[in-house]
């Protein structure tokens, strides 16, 4: 239910990634709480809109020309003032090419840093763009954004989750997220990182349904016994761009359920 009394009343946020797992999660808790919502999902989504979203864009965010046109879209439809950003485009390219290092293609390494990086720095980069040209709020923000790591960035599991790609792009994402946050404080706009383990989204499908990694996660992510739930990560998005926390920025939030904690075969 919405609440005038709620942080993000009126606050204008753009999810990208938002129409399915944590990006539709935090979406969503974001409309709840009485934001103005807008998401970007891919082009060939298929998912239906929220009621409570005020519209939903389609794109590539790998394409910096793309990003910039549906950012144009959007702020226009948001009259030039842009709140909150929350970026959780991201995925597997074992697809492609990705997997361990020395089996990794060439191709498979591109696409991997492309979707999870290249993705990341043009959400980033349009956002911090537009939040400089805004008056700060009755706190002195001009905007905050969160993006969406992943714990494998620098806790590895080689047997399950060996893709090299994937995790060099995470941890990629951890150096944008602190230098965007350390050139743009004195701007008033906060950047930060959700770092969670694995989370039930439909991108983890693959792996939950195998026994033997779900016998693997009781052990490695012993709080939550087996994948974190996607509610749970917007949680911790809304904490992480609540306005009432001024100071916090360049902070990596890790999620994780115990995995960067535990040793399951110890």
């Known amino acids: ?12 946020a753009l999810v990208i990634g938002g129409t399915s797992g944590i990006g539709r999660s935090a979406a969503c808790a974001l ?22 979203f005020l519209k939903q864009i389609y794109t590539d965010m790998t394409s ?21 950003v929350v970026h959780t485009v991201g995925g597997s390219a074992r697809s492609m090419g990705d997997g361990p290092l020395v089996d990794c293609t060439e191709a498979g390494w591109h696409a991997a840093l492309r979707l999870n990086l290249d993705s990341a720095f043009h959400s980033v980069q349009a956002a911090i763009t537009q939040m400089q040209t805004q008056t700060p709020d009755g706190s ?43 050139a743009h404080a ?10 969670p383990g694995l989370v039930h989204t439909p991108m983890a499908n693959r792996a939950i349904s195998k026994p033997e990694i779900a016998f693997y996660l009781q052990k490695k992510q012993p709080l939550t016994q087996g994948p974190i739930s996607a509610d749970a990560c917007a949680k911790a998005i809304l904490a992480l761009v609540d306005p009432g926390i001024a ?3 360049g902070a990596i939030m890790t999620l994780d359920g115990g995995w960067s904690l535990t040793d399951p075969f110890s």
């Open 186 to 195: 004195l701007d008033g706009i906060r950047v930060n990182m959700l770092k």
């Open 140 to 182: 002195g923000q001009r905007g905050s954004i969160v993006v969406v790591g992943s714990v494998l960035a620098d806790h590895p599991s080689v047997q399950f989750f060996n893709t090299i790609g994937y995790a060099v792009a995470k941890a990629g994402l951890e150096a944008l997220v602190k230098n965007a946050a350390a």
């Open 1 to 12: 239910m919405k609440s005038s009394s709620s942080p993000f009343h009126h606050r204008n």
């Open 64 to 84: 910096r020309k793309e990003c910039r046109a549906a950012f144009d879209q959007i702020l226009d439809l948001f009259l030039y003032r842009l709140d909150i």
């Open 247 to 249: 100071g916090l920025t």
């Open 31 to 52: 409309a709840d709480q009485g934001a103005n919502v807008i998401v970007i999902g891919k082009p060939d989504d298929t998912s239906q809109i929220e009621a409570c």
